[in-house]
Every structure is written in structure tokens, then in C-alpha cells.
């Protein structure tokens, strides 16, 4: 079985394959505010010096961009960056 099927209630949490649900969410909770938007945020403001390239930190290809007028696979690392 898949362990996004295997679910079990402990009292008003939900455990899948015995990790409770809250764990997750601090866990990703601190990735993304303590690590992923801090980065990005110094980056954009270049109060640190870092190129392109940091982007294949976080993404990697195949990546699928959208706008309002367009949209596009990137196929390959060096259309993500380039």
C-alpha cells in the first residue's frame, strides 16, 4: 500500500506510516519561511552575491513557466538559468 493510504487518527492528528502530520508541517513550515523566501529575498536584493544558478538549488528541469501571454517547458538546466 501506498503510505499516502495508510492513514491512522490519533486523536485530532493524522499519523501516515507513523510520522505525524504536524511534524510535517513544522518541518516544511521552517524550509520554506526560514530557508526557500529568505533566500530568494537576499538574492533579489542582491545582498547576496550569488548568480543564476542558485535557482537549480530549488528547481531542476523539466520546468514549466506560465505568464499571461505565454507558456513553456524548459527542458534542460541551462534554460532554467539561461
Known amino acids: 500500500m501506498s503510505r499516502f493510504t495508510?492513514?491512522?487518527?490519533?486523536?485530532?492528528?493524522?499519523?501516515?506510516?507513523?510520522?505525524?502530520?504536524?511534524?510535517?508541517?513544522?518541518?516544511?513550515?521552517?524550509?520554506?519561511?526560514?530557508?526557500?523566501?529568505?533566500?530568494?529575498?537576499?538574492?533579489?536584493s542582491s545582498a547576496i552575491a550569488r548568480g543564476p544558478e542558485f535557482i537549480l538549488d530549488y528547481w531542476d528541469a523539466p520546468l514549466h513557466i506560465s505568464t499571461p501571454t505565454s507558456q513553456e517547458w524548459l527542458r534542460d538546466n541551462d534554460a532554467i538559468i539561461g
Do not use: A, I, L
Not at 493524522?14 to 530557508?35: A, I, K, L, S
Open 6 to 44: 495508510e492513514r491512522g487518527s490519533v486523536g485530532d492528528r493524522v499519523r501516515v506510516d507513523g510520522v505525524c502530520d504536524d511534524m510535517v508541517r513544522v518541518e516544511v513550515r521552517h524550509w520554506f519561511f526560514d530557508e526557500f523566501v529568505p533566500t530568494w529575498v537576499r538574492v533579489g
